[in-house]
Structure formats: structure tokens, C-alpha cells
């Protein structure tokens, strides 16, 4: 029963498969002989934020990690395997973190909202939540305080890329490897330049800082120390 529920999607699969091979008959050969991307996109699991379809991108065109709320945490050895494959091996030239407004992880964070085993990664939103607390607290209703908290999450793992060792390593090598922080409107299919994009360790402290004075962050939470 399940398999045959299943089934248009197989016959979706075969569609465009054709779709392609009728635009370019040697685009699957082409494609499985190589990966060459050079993007990195790590962004949010929610099934409405297609990252390669946002920027009308091909298969083999973008490297991909994606999890609940767009996160990138030091002790996540699935994503740091992600990102050691994507900057040492693949050599790509921009990591692009992607976050959404009205992101489901984020609100449930926001709200404290408890569903179980995702509570516990769900945490590293609340640190975010704690650390700004004063600026978060100036929205005036919970949907503005839940835009600013997404935004925020997006620089937060921006931040948290750049402190990484592999983007250090990347950097004190001369690779160019430059980090962007994005955001997508699912109410409208754009995307929006956060406006953090970092190439070097001291464009990193700058960017902390700038946000420590837009946020009213203490220096202490901001000083950016590598882990």
C-alpha cells in the first residue's frame, strides 16, 4: 500500500528526468563524472525553503547540509564533515548560511515549547534568546520578536562558521572562502542579504561588534574567541 502511495512520486522522477535529457542528452553523464560547486548552503530542513530552486540553480551546482534551524554547532560532526568535504576536497569559494523567517525550531524556542528529543538541539536557540534578551524584548508583538530572533540565528552560525578551525585553516592558507549570511521570505520567495559577509578573521571581530552595538550585547558575550 505504501509503495503504491508512493508512486506518482517515482513517475514524477521519470518526467523530469526526460524533461532534462530532452533540454541537454548528456547532462546526467556530464553530471555524474564531476562536482564542481562552488557554494556551500547550510539552511533550514522546512520543506518550503528548496535551496537550489531559490537561486535557480542545477544538481551539481550547490553543496548541501541542512538541519532544523539552520544551525552550525562546534560539537555537530555531521555538519563539520560537511564543511571539512566542501572547503578542503570540493574548494568552494562561499558558504552560505541560510536561515527563514517564521522558522517552526525558532518558535518553538521562542514560545519554550517542549516536543521531546529536539528540545535538546533546540537549546542553542535559547542561548541566542538568553543573549539578547534586552534587544529581543523591544519588539512590541511576538511576530516581530520571532523575525528579529531569525535573523539573529542566521549571524549567530555565521558566526559560529567563521570561528570554526576548517574556515581558520582556509583562511591562514589564502583559500578564498567568504562567508554570507542570508534569510528567505517564504511569504514571498525572496532573499534577503543579511549583510554579514566575512573573509578574514578581523572582518569577523567587526561584524560582532557592530552587532554587540545594534543589539546592546555585552563586549564579554561578543569578544568572538575561536574554539
Known sequence: MTSRKLDDLLARNRTWAASIKAEDPEFFTKLSSQQTPRYLWIGCSDSRVPCTQLVDLLP???????????????????????????????KVEHIIICGHYGC??????????????????????????????????????????????????VLQQVFNVCQNSLVHQAWAKGQQLTVHGWIYGVEDGL??????????????ADARRRLAEKTGLRALDCRGDSP
Not at 551539481?60 to 566542501?86: E, K, P
Not at 532573499?191 to 569577523?204: A, G, P
Open 60 to 90: 551539481g551546482d550547490m553543496f548541501v547540509h541542512r538541519n532544523v534551524a539552520n544551525m552550525v554547532i562546534h560539537t555537530d560532526f555531521n555538519c563539520l564533515s560537511v564543511m571539512q568535504y566542501a572547503i578542503e576536497v570540493l
Open 104 to 153: 517552526g525550531g525558532i518558535l518553538a524556542a521562542l514560545r519554550n515549547m517542549h516536543f521531546g528529543l529536539i528540545d535538546n538541539w533546540l537549546r542553542h536557540i535559547h542561548d541566542i534568546i538568553n543573549a539578547y534578551d534586552i534587544y529581543l524584548t523591544g519588539f512590541e508583538d511576538e511576530n516581530s520578536r520571532l523575525q528579529a530572533l531569525c535573523e539573529l540565528n
Open 191 to 204: 532573499l534577503r542579504d543579511l549583510e554579514v559577509t566575512l573573509s578574514s578573521v578581523q572582518e569577523l
